[in-house]
């Protein structure tokens, strides 16, 4: 820098006026940063989406960050978090949602983990072999909004939008029952078990069934729920009998359903309804006992072999059936009765009686039907179902020489007279005769038979030796009868002749020569039955006295 | 002691390197036809334009995702730390170490290292040592060289976002963050572009006038 540059060697720059202040554009760009910026922000923000919270027993297969939300497998949110629950009994996940899904969120929308799952019905979930877990959802039907779902342990059989209809059924037992167990009409499936738990008190499981459209309108009230499980097999008078619904139901079960349609009134199914899931179809068709009727009956003989659930049975239709037996104490006449309690059901009598369908209670009004067969006879009776095993059965029968006897159903249980069963009867027959017999002095009987016939032997000995003599002159009689009987012989003949004569002088076509040819005639028979026992006499000389025997 | 072409009334041209001489601040260059200027118009106006905008995208390029992956097995939002801080975990440290500088590091230095040699440009209190100013310069040296170099993360998502895409197995796509940091590298690239260096010597020449003429 020790010399400047000659100035007259730099060329000149053409001067501009000196523009006025302008606008700072430049500082439009930090502007449209922050629009830019805001705006990446606020999107982001709203995609976000709702924010759920599922709870769920096990965190199995699932990840946070990672275990998507599906409904009809689209994604529709992502699980973010997983805690455990507070009092360690679960686990909490905190879901988003993508935007728009939050009006699909109600009350009733269910979630589930999708897993690979084998069962006996069904193999489902195996794309979550590769892809992982996922959060299934449903989306229920309710309008009300909410945040917080319990997450469903087993995915559940139907979804909220399947047209069709949901059924409860209880049942003793689940048997071989499952989630996914085939509902058969006609042997089509049309439905599967949706969901089963125990009953609160324990004594029945409930069965929630989901019956396919257009299947569920065969459902009325009348419906009839069986188990179509394995093989029904019964050996009985028709010989053997095998009853299945189908190869799959052999395997892994399933429930039958019908209704019959001879009913009088279906009505559509309440919304409450419970259906009972029969053991068997023929139990299903049973009529239903909506209606039983408390009895007691009380037996003076033995009950062994009687046992609750023994059928009551009248004429062979089962109407009811033993309920209780116990034993009683009466302190005052200090005897021990057995009353048996039994249970009627009265619609079983009245099934085919128009327009007598009882409608609550006892038969008739205030059991009057019940009383007015008493009053003809009605009683109960023991029976023996069956000789082998001695099983007893109770039966309702007609016996119009009972004992007078009366219904009070002024009881709260009123009790049937009974009447001792057959083959009690004829014990107690037996033994009166052979009382009867006992009291019978045989003894003097036989001495006085012995007597008598003594008594006979000397009075045959007597005849005998009284009875030669007369037997003698029996034989000069017979001698002198022929000498006699010669002579008749003899005057025959003449009469004969003189019969001939009377011939020729009536003629054969006479009144008097017919009726003389008839007397003729009686006269021959009469000869000749006296030649026939002329001939006996004198063959069996004895028949004058003792008669003609064999 | 030392004068500068400005004082002197000299100009050079920014195209074609051209020294005039000029009465006005605006000028146009006699050969090329450019416009000349003493020192490069509202350049600290500028480049605090360009670095503000810069900071406001910066917070969106950090906070929301920069990629999009999904596959069979599951999918992920990540955001650049969260990609450090995956590689860190995965053991590749030295990767982690590769973009954790490229992208975390390299923008913030640049747009702190700009802020301070605003400052100290701007403020008129900053005593400036001969060291200082030389240090300053050096700085300014570095980051216009390394500034294209931060653009690293958007080659990675845009290379995997062509390359992965298997429609049904996977895909990567480029998240919203990807737009912010594109912008936060050309922002901090433009604003230090639009700095001119010759201010960090203006005020030292005017002292030295300040002192000549006293």
Redesign the interface.
Known sequence: MADAPPPDRIPSALSLPKSGKTFPFVWLVPAVALIIGAWLAISHYLDRGTTIIISFRTAEGLQAGKTKIKYKDIDVGLITEINLAPDFSGVIATAELVKGAESRVVEDTRFWVVRPRVSGSTVSGLTTLLSGSYVAMDVGKSSSRSRVFTGLENPPAFTTDAPGRQITLRAEDIGSLDIGSPVYYRRLQVGQVAAYELEKDGRSVRITCFINAPYHQFLTSNSRFWHASGIDMAVDSEGVRIKTESLVSIAIGGIAFATPFDEVEPSPIAKDMVFELHRNQARAFRNPDRLSDDYILVFNQSVRGLQPGATVDFRGIVVGEVSAIHTQFDPETKQITIPVEIKIYPERFTSRMLGVRPTSGRLGTKGKFMADLVDRGMRAQLRTGSLLTGQLYVALDFFPDAPKAKLDLAQAVPELPTRPSALEDLQQTLVQLANKLERVPLDTMAQDLSHTLKTVDTLVKRLDTEMAPTLSEGRQTLVELRKTLAEVSKTMNQATTTLANAEKSLGPDSALFSELQDTAREFSRTAQSLRALADYLERNPQALIRGKGD | M??TAAS?G??SCHTCN??????????????CSS??RFRMA?SI??CW??L???M??Y??AN??PMMLTSS?????DDTIISGVLFLWEDGSWYLALIVFVASILVPIGKMLALIIILLSVQLPGVELTPGRRARLARTYRVIASIGRWSMLDIYVVGLLATVVQLTALASVRAG??A??FG?VVV?TM?ATE?FDPRLIWDTVEEENGRRATA
């Open positions: 030392s004068t002197l000299l100009v051209l020294v005039s001489r000029t009465q006005t601040e605006e000028a146009i260059c006699p050969r416009h000349v509202g106006g500028h334009a360009f503000v905008a810069a406001i995208l917070v969106p906070t929301l069979l097995f599951g999918s992920s919203p963050a737009l912010a912008a922002l433009l639009s």
